[in-house]
């Protein structure tokens, strides 16, 4: 009797702790990712990132080397994240910014910038990489640029490149591309009523380093921007400014020892040794100076001329 | 019956209802603790699920942002390319005023004419641009035939033709211009005129290039641009 109700009373355990479910470990798993076409993996990350499959129905697993599905939609909050696209490019994103991976094999961009800032570098061999924002397109050969999208108040994009060279373009209007090299920058913004991308400006280091720091761009990268950056600001306009700003005040760029090529006491030999030194003064290093500061028009527009001439010759002979 | 059976039944008939009761009890309380289990885990589905539906809502905000930026960016392309094409000819033209280049102060004229020639020659044209054309603005002294023919390049190359066009007709202006020498002015008219060929070519009116080529085969005959029209460089 003492046994049998033992039994049923283990028995009546067994079944209820059996039956009862104690829902461990039966969270939404990651869709089947075996047909999937991959785009890139995710390398480091830090603080606030997620990242949904191209569905935007499940999270992707933020662990180090986690594949990428071609069509996530990546967001850095308050962190940041290191990617790989599967194109071989290297991509940093900044904080509060949020992109979208595109295949390799997409038509235009490979990563869309909806908001905020990506480093990208591009090396020998990974190929043509676009990036496209709202209102810009950036095509990279080899290069390290920094990509900048919708900052402050205004819609615009921004571009810095800090190594090699990137083509900018508007996406609405690709007639014009605007190439920008090294320690230069350009800014597509409708308020300048212009359709295309600002001529290039040298890029200031002030604007840089925040820009380094936000996206953990490495050091020797950043001695290269900088360098990059110091020498276009070291361009003609800061030579001007230097004699400018020269202690001997009102001197001309043309004198030598305190003789100036307009004194009519200057003999036709100083004066064409005056006029040596200015030529030497204003372009230095470069050759046929003298060509470079009274020039006449350049090989490109006479090419451009003589080919229209040909054109005419040929219509009016027909 | 023995002493031990009666014991034994007394107990079974003691412990029945106790055990009952506390079998009945840990029913009730397992089955509570399932439902509190149930209720855990169905917050926590639907936590994460929210989480999901949050991120994605995220998500399309920020496409529905994106569209709308790209749709505001293809009006504003289409708009503005309309109004520069009536300004200046082209598309993609630009004006003084779209160029976001300040002068350098504190620069003496001669100075600024050397940096715009340098902008000028490393086809740096806005720069260019905006430094030539204030200079010739601000002193007189720069608006010589010669400067004329080359800020009307530079608006030549920066696709405004309407500006170009007006500056190759300041240099076929001889009493508004000085140029060094009557020699050097025909030289800088002769070039004046076929820009203004490669003006009228670009802005399709195929007849007004023919004016300016026939204006310039009777007017310089013997000009190293006549030999482009005319090959053998003879005067028709």
């Given amino acids: 009797m003492k046994i049998r109700i033992l039994w049923s009373l283990a028995t009546a355990l067994v079944l209820v702790l059996g039956g009862m479910d104690l829902g461990e470990a039966k969270e939404s798993k990651t869709p089947e990712v075996a047909e999937k076409q991959w785009c890139g993996s995710l390398e480091v990350f830090e603080g606030d990132v997620q990242i949904l499959d191209q569905t935007r129905t499940h999270f992707i697993e933020l662990k180090r080397r986690a594949p990428l599905p071609c069509g996530s939609w990546i967001s850095s909050n308050q962190g940041w994240a290191r990617l790989k696209h599967n194109a071989g490019p290297y991509m940093n994103l900044g904080a509060g910014s949020y992109i979208q991976l595109l295949s390799e094999r997409s038509k235009s961009e490979q990563v869309v910038i909806y908001r905020g800032q990506i480093y990208v570098e591009v090396n020998e061999g990974d190929g043509v990489f676009q990036l496209g924002s709202a209102l810009g397109r950036v095509k990279i050969q080899r290069g390290k640029v920094i990509y900048i999208s919708g900052y402050g108040e205004k819609a615009s994009s921004q571009l810095i490149v800090l190594e090699d060279s990137a083509t900018f373009e508007n996406r609405f209007e690709d007639s014009k591309k605007l190439r920008v090299n090294e320690g230069e920058m350009s800014e597509l913004a409708f308020d300048l009523f212009r359709i295309i991308p600002q001529d290039p400006l040298p890029v200031s280091v002030a604007t840089l380093k925040p820009k380094f720091f936000d996206l953990r761009v490495e050091g020797k990268v950043q001695s290269v921007a900088f360098n990059a950056a110091h020498r276009k600001q070291e361009k003609i306009v800061a030579e001007l400014n230097s004699d400018v700003h020269s202690k001997v005040p009102k001197r001309s760029l043309a004198s030598v020892k305190g003789k100036s090529a307009d004194d009519e006491s200057v003999s036709p030999a100083e004066k064409a040794r005056l006029h040596q030194h200015w030529v030497e003064q204003m372009a230095p290093g470069v050759q046929g100076a003298e060509g470079f500061l009274f020039p006449r028009f350049n090989v490109k527009e006479r090419a451009e001329k003589k080919k229209l001439m040909e054109e005419l010759l040929r219509v009016q002979a027909e | ?236």
């Fill in chain 2, 1 to 236: 019956m023995d002493y031990r059976s009666l014991i034994l039944k007394k107990m079974t008939l003691w412990i029945t209802p106790w055990l009952t009761t506390w079998v009945s009890v840990t029913m009730g309380f397992i089955q509570h603790a399932q439902v509190k289990v149930d209720h855990i885990r169905s917050l926590d589905e639907k936590y994460s699920q929210l989480m999901v539906e949050n991120a994605a809502l995220k998500d399309e905000f920020e496409a529905f942002k994106f569209e709308e930026e790209a749709k505001f960016g293809a009006l504003q392309t289409k708009v503005l390319a309309k109004r520069l094409s009536q300004e200046t000819g082209v598309r993609t033209g630009r004006t003084i005023a779209s160029v976001n280049y300040k002068i350098p102060t504190e620069l003496s004229s001669p100075q600024l004419y050397t940096l715009g020639l340098s902008y000028f020659l490393s086809q740096e044209d806005e720069k260019a641009a905006v430094v030539l054309t204030s200079l010739m603005s601000l002193d007189k002294a720069y608006r010589t035939a010669k400067n004329f023919l080359m800020a009307g390049v530079i608006w030549y190359r920066l696709d405004n033709l309407a500006q170009a066009d007006q500056s190759f007709d300041s240099v076929l202006k001889p009493p508004a211009v000085r140029a060094d020498d009557q020699g050097a002015l025909e030289r800088y008219q002769a070039e004046a005129r076929l820009w203004k060929a490669l003006v009228a070519k670009r802005l399709q009116s195929e007849d007004q290039s023919q004016y300016w080529l026939k204006d310039l085969l009777d007017h310089h005959p013997h000009a190293v641009e006549t030999s482009w029209i005319n090959s053998t460089g003879e005067s028709p």
